[in-house]
């Protein structure tokens, strides 16, 4: 077993779906049921990390990337399910237990990948994520030892 998958092993909370931008809790989705998808064919050409579940529905995989917010599926959606204004998307934080700098050695990967600076470190080590954070999802697949983990 690598050293990734090994610390992933004490990742317990990471993953879980997450739901567009540009939606809230009690978005009606049933008009994605039958649509094309434009809205994932937009995302395809920004970071790819909108994908549709087999029903149809759109939802953010932070396996494969991160959202920017750069609204291109908003833009595409011909049926007005993604409208709303733009809220955290998820709940974001890092596993200690699996996270090299909480265990001494130097890591910035997540810092460095953050666009909102909600990685804040205590000295060179020790990082936390603030108030600032979007839930964007982009430190996620930035750190080398899948020690940030998020619910939607
Ligand atoms: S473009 Fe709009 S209606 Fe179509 S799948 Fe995406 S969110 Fe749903
Ligand atoms: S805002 Fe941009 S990056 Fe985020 S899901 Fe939509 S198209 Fe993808
Ligand atoms: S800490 Fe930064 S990169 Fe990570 S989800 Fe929050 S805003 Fe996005």
């Excluded at 739901?19 to 970071?47: I, K, M, Q, W």
């Excluded at 090299?100 to 600076?117: F, I, L, R, T, Y």
């Excluded at 936390?128 to 982009?138: D, H, Q, V, W």
Aim: with cysteine; aromatic share 6%; glycine share 12%.
């Amino acid at each position: 077993m690598d050293r990734r998958a090994f610390l992933s092993r004490f990742t317990g909370g990471r993953g879980g779906r997450v739901r567009p931008p540009y939606t809230h809790p009690g978005t009606d989705f049933s008009a994605c049921l039958g649509c094309a998808g434009p809205c994932v064919d937009a995302c395809a050409n920004e970071t790819g990390v909108l994908l549709r579940d087999a029903k149809g529905v759109p939802l953010l995989d932070f396996a494969r990337a991160g959202c920017t917010f750069c609204a291109a599926c908003l833009e595409a959606c011909p049926e007005g399910v993604l409208a709303a204004g733009r809220e955290p998307l998820a709940r974001v934080w890092i596993e200690e237990a699996a996270c090299m700098a909480h265990q001494g050695v130097v890591c910035v990967a997540c810092k460095q990948a953050c666009p909102e600076d909600a990685v804040v470190f205590e000295g060179m080590l020790y990082p936390r994520i603030n108030e600032a954070c979007t839930g964007c999802g982009l430190c996620v697949s930035a750190c080398p030892v899948e020690a940030v983990a998020w619910s939607g």
